[in-house]
């Protein structure tokens, strides 16, 4: 907490910093109804706004403490996360949670609410455990609505789900609190299901790149061996993602299922296009919660978190290429990540892809 504390009192990301003090504001002032107009660009989902929302006020009445108070989210929902897989894989794996320079970075530091989406979804999948349905539901569709790129554990839920018998009420009682989850704020911010459907979109196309800010700008419709690099990213992605769900389907192993997940984020991450440089964020807990069943190496999560740490300095030091951002930090960071190195990396992550796969499709012992 002290470190966390610390990290809040420093810099962090300065556009999304910039960008969600913005929107908190405009939140306080014209409500959730008017909050979405042609004369603002918004390319999030109601989910985190509604956190955003209080902060408003609060940012209008002391405006100098905005940074911290748009830092505070995420830093307090590590603690979650960190509970969540105290219960879910015990203490080993919290630790490493709480501890791991990547969150700390996204986080305290930076101010993304990534950890925020991970606290709902794993939320989620704790309640369906012990049986609470609705609230299962409602915690996997909130999650879904605060990062819609985390829609990707859903099959690996469902099918487990079937796995292990689940009655048709207690389905159809997590498919309507997770769909009411969804729905119900979109409406408090004037969004219809297809209007919800539509902000996504719009916002998945706002960066057609081959990454944004995760080693690659190269526009995602270059072609390669005949395709465009887009097409080959969906191909790649749904054929790893079948292979992961067939393998999950064949196993009652909870071990198995927290891999089958962290391997499908980093799929979608390494394999796919317009990838943000903290989309393979979620991999890293369900990859705790692999390793605390036994199902994955002490080197596996090691080899993730470092990865995750490169990705993220790339994309918090990418401001430095403008003026109004430069700092000798941020520049000396920027230095590392020379052509050489982002190849290696990207090349890492693939490696580890391959690994994982190898590792889910092995038999549990």
């Known amino acids: 907490m002290l470190l966390r504390g610390f990290l ?84 080993q794996a919290a630790r490493w949670y709480l501890w791991n320079p990547a969150v700390l970075l996204i986080g305290a530091l930076w101010g993304q609410a990534e ?16 049986g609470q349905m609705a609230l299962g539901g409602a915690l996997l569709g909130f999650g879904v609505l605060t990062k819609p790129q985390y829609a990707l554990a859903l099959p690996v839920v469902v099918l487990w789900a079937a796995r292990f018998g689940l009655r048709r009420e207690d389905g159809m009682r997590a498919g309507g609190a997770g769909a009411a989850a969804v729905v119900l704020p979109s409406l408090l911010f004037g969004l219809t299901p297809t209007g ?13 790149y081959g990454s944004v800010n995760a080693l690659n700008w190269r526009p995602d419709a270059t072609p390669f061996l005949g395709l465009p690099a887009n097409l080959w990213g969906l191909l790649l ?5 079948s292979a992961i ?14 891999l089958a997940v962290a391997t499908l984020y980093l799929a979608a991450f390494a394999l796919g296009t317009r990838m943000h440089e903290r989309y393979v964020f979620p991999a890293l807990p369900f990859a705790l919660l692999a390793w605390s069943h036994g199902r994955a190496s002490t080197g596996y999560v090691v080899v993730l978190s470092v990865l995750l740490l490169a990705d ?28 050489p190195v982002t190849a290696a990396l990207s090349l890492l992550h693939l490696g580890l892809l ?3 796969l190898g590792l889910l499709m092995r038999k549990e012992v």
């Open 312 to 339: 993220l300095a790339y994309g918090l030091a990418y401001p430095s290429l403008h003026p109004a951002f430069r700092t000798p930090f941020h520049t000396a960071v920027w230095a590392l990540f020379t052509p």
């Open 245 to 258: 769900l067939w393998r999950c389907g064949h196993t009652r192993e909870w071990g198995s299922a927290y």
């Open 115 to 130: 950890s925020v989406a991970v606290a709902w979804m794993l939320g989620g999948w704790w309640a369906l455990q012990v």
């Open 8 to 91: 809040l009192l420093l810099p962090g990301h300065p556009v999304d910093i910039a960008t969600f003090q913005a929107w908190a504001v405009r939140l306080s002032q014209v409500g959730p109804l008017r909050f979405y107009g042609p004369d603002v660009f918004v390319d999030y989902t109601p989910g985190y706004l509604l956190l955003l929302w209080p902060l408003g006020f609060l940012i209008r009445f002391v405006p100098s403490a905005g940074p911290v108070l748009i830092k505070l989210p995420p830093a307090l929902a590590d603690f979650v996360v960190a509970g969540l897989l105290l219960r879910l894989g015990g203490p």
């Open 237 to 241: 992605v749904g054929a790893a993602g």
């Open 196 to 208: 919800l459907i539509a902000l996504v979109l719009r916002a998945a196309r706002v960066y057609p």
């Open 354 to 356: 391959v690994g994982m």
